[in-house]
T-cell receptor, first 114, second 114 residues
Framework: DAMVIQNPRYQVTQFGKPVTLSCSQT?????MYWYQQKSSQAPKLLFH???????NEADTPDNFQSRRPNTSFCFLDIRSPGLGDAAMYLC?????????????FGPGTRLTVL | AQSVTQLGSHVSVSEGALVLLRCNYS??????LFWYVQYPNQGLQLLLK??????LVKGINGFEAEFKKSETSFHLTKPSAHMSDAAEYFC????????????FGTGTRLQVTL
């Protein structure tokens, strides 16, 4: 089945220690998104890639960066995690970036910062 | 900027009862509206979407929603709740020119009791 895969499902890191979250897709979609979802809150878009074009949200902290080396993979790098970065991180894809497109979500990575 | 408001962070219904989850939107241009469901520790899954075709939209698992421009609403309904419907439900909006970027509401947690 075509799908969005996130690894690991659970990640524990120490305060200030860089961490990388991984997302891969078999849908061959052009657009990949990263969302941050804190407990009992709505998902908040951090950035997205349309093919290789990176689009950062205006309020995304500089601490968060992303890489998309190819169509299938996208990474979220948190350079110096703080306690406030503990959250579920969701990766999603959409086919063509049209406003009517369905976004397909991975299961998420839950990040704990000690 | 577009936004959605979900009235009621928690809704509890009995099994077999009507489910009604409320969503109101705000947008200066015609919106596209979505309902997503999130089960515990999982990503989001599309239930249904309004893309300016039919105002009554049918989705998966027996859910439907009606777009009412005069009321700026897109409420989600299901005639008869099932225990498996217990989850978090998010309403979301996108507009033309935003590369299918979604703005989510704060979510409604649905509890289904026997």
């Amino acid at each position: 089945d075509a799908m969005v895969i996130q690894n690991p499902r659970y990640q524990v890191t120490q305060f200030g220690k860089p961490v990388t979250l991984s997302c891969s897709q078999t849908l061959n979609h052009n657009v990949m998104y990263w969302y941050q979802q804190k407990s009992s809150q709505a998902p908040k878009l951090l950035f997205h890639y349309y093919d290789k074009d990176f689009n950062n949200e205006a309020d995304t902290p500089d601490n968060f960066q992303s890489r998309r080396p190819n169509t299938s993979f996208c990474f979220l790098d948190i350079r110096s995690p703080g306690l406030g970065d503990a959250a579920m991180y969701l990766c999603a894809t959409s086919r063509a970036g049209q406003p009517t497109d369905t976004q397909y979500f991975g299961p998420g990575t839950r990040l704990t910062v000690l | 900027a577009q936004s959605v408001t979900q009235l009621g962070s928690h809704v509890s219904v009995s099994e077999g009862a009507l489910v009604l989850l409320r969503c109101n939107y705000s947008s200066s241009v015609p919106p596209y509206l979505f309902w997503y469901v999130q089960y515990p520790n999982q990503g989001l899954q599309l239930l249904l979407k309004y893309t300016s075709a039919a105002t009554l939209v049918k989705g998966i698992n027996g859910f439907e929603a009606e777009f009412k421009k005069s009321e700026t609403s897109f409420h989600l309904t299901k005639p008869s709740a099932h225990m498996s419907d217990a989850a978090e439900y998010f309403c979301a909006v996108s507009i033309t020119g935003t590369a299918s970027k979604l703005t989510f509401g704060t979510g409604t947690r649905l509890q289904v009791t026997l």
